[in-house]
Every structure is written in structure tokens, then in C-alpha cells.
């Protein structure tokens, strides 16, 4: 399963909001509210990456409250449950 994490800065008066209407988003699984230099963590997963590129350019991007994006591929997860081990995300 491809799978990103996209960081937001976004306007301070519209962060429960944008985090309220990105869940609305197909395929977007997860939106933490974090501390540090962005305020909104979202994990995207599908089954296509090339969906993924959708999702943020033609969705997630467009939506009211965003200010500033990065966006970053996960290559593997080492999952707890797993016991430690590595497991693909493609």
C-alpha cells in the first residue's frame, strides 16, 4: 500500500477546521494535530501511488486553511506490532 505523510502549516484560526475537512478526503487515513515548525500531520494511504499525487495536488491542497506543504513518500514501516520487523509499503 503506498503511503505519504504530508506536513501543513496552517492559518491559526483554521486549524480544527482544515483538519475536520481533510478527513473528508478519501483515502487520507489520519490527521494529527502536531507541534513544531508545521501544525497538521496527514498519512494518505491507497493502493496507487500515482494516486497519491492526486489526492495531494487536486484535493488536499485545495483545501481552505492551508498555508504551506511538504510532502514525503514512506519507503518501509517497522511496525510494534509486527514485532520489529520491517514491512513494505508498496
Known amino acids: 500500500m503506498a503511503t505519504a505523510i504530508v506536513l501543513l502549516k496552517i492559518d491559526h484560526n483554521k486549524v480544527t477546521g482544515t483538519a475536520e475537512k481533510l478527513l473528508e478526503i478519501?483515502?487520507?487515513?489520519?490527521?494529527?494535530?502536531i507541534s513544531?515548525?508545521?501544525?497538521l500531520l496527514v498519512m494518505i494511504k491507497c493502493d496507487q501511488i500515482?494516486?497519491?499525487e492526486s489526492i495531494?495536488?487536486?484535493q488536499l491542497l485545495k483545501?481552505?486553511?492551508?498555508?504551506?506543504?511538504?510532502?514525503m513518500f514512506a519507503f518501509r514501516s517497522y511496525d510494534k506490532r509486527e514485532g520489529g520487523r520491517a514491512i513494505s509499503v508498496d
Do not use: A, L, N
Open 26 to 33: 478519501p483515502d487520507i487515513t489520519e490527521v494529527y494535530s
Open 36 to 39: 513544531g515548525r508545521y501544525d
Open 50 to 52: 500515482d494516486k497519491i
Open 56 to 58: 495531494v495536488t487536486d
Open 63 to 71: 483545501t481552505d486553511g492551508i498555508v504551506d506543504s511538504e510532502t
